[in-house]
């Protein structure tokens, strides 16, 4: 079965500073990754998705990921961070599952804190 | 357009009572997907739909949970016999067909369900 590791619960970086949250994931065949953020009282977005081709993925408010498959990686960054990234963001992977549904098993989730 | 939607927003109920989440997805997406999302933790999968049909119920923890969407639109998560254990945020999302390598799943906010 497929499994996601985060292995920072917390991170504080500085406003301005550069970002990476590291995921780990297993699962037998090529992966569908997914990176989401949840900010307080707001549902979860989707910040950028990998699936297939070029390793490097961008996303939306800045972020990119890198899929190392060498590595079982997809480590989320951005080069300079802003207040308003501060929320809870979750690495996933998704995989077909029972029923012939595909379903997204999610990482416990990296709180990100921006100091001043 | 309208995101999914989730009523209510907060549940506080007693152990060993009966609740009813609702869930409306976005309109004339067939897949409908419930997690559960405990304290700390990322979301877990309890059941998917497509349509009106249950295609995927293995994620649901015990024969207390239940879910229904008759119609293939709105959908409605049933707990029988409460237990403080089931105290979560149940998040709904729909996507247009299930399929994740095309598709988005778009989040709605989370129903706050507290055991007393």
């Known amino acids: 079965a497929q499994s996601v590791t985060q292995p920072d619960i917390h991170i504080t970086v500085s406003e301005g500073a550069s970002l990476e949250l590291r995921c780990n994931y297993s699962y037998g065949a090529t992966p569908y990754l997914f990176w989401y953020v949840q900010s307080p009282g707001q549902g979860l977005q989707l910040l950028l998705k990998y699936f297939s081709g070029d390793t490097l993925v961008q996303g939306i408010k800045g972020f990119e990921a890198e899929f190392k498959r060498s590595q079982s990686s997809f480590n989320l960054r951005k080069p300079s961070v802003h207040w308003s990234d501060a929320a809870e963001y979750f690495c996933a992977v998704g995989a077909r599952r029972g029923g012939g549904a595909d379903g997204l098993t999610f990482g416990k989730g990296t709180h990100l804190i921006i100091q001043p | ?116």
Do not use: M
């Open chain 2, 1 to 116: 357009g309208a995101g999914v939607s989730q009523t209510p927003s907060n549940k506080v109920t007693e152990k060993g009572k009966y609740v009813e989440l609702r869930c409306d997805p976005i309109s004339g997406h067939t897949a409908l997907y419930w997690y559960r999302q405990s304290l700390g933790q990322g979301p877990e999968f309890l059941i998917y739909f497509q349509g009106t049909g249950a295609a995927d119920d293995s994620g649901l923890p015990n024969d207390r949970f239940f879910a229904v969407r008759p119609e293939g639109s709105v959908s409605t998560l049933k707990i029988q016999r409460t237990e403080r254990g089931d105290s979560a945020v149940y998040l709904c999302a729909s996507s247009p067909t299930g399929a994740l390598r095309t598709d988005t799943q778009y989040f709605g906010p989370g129903t706050r369900l507290t055991v007393l």
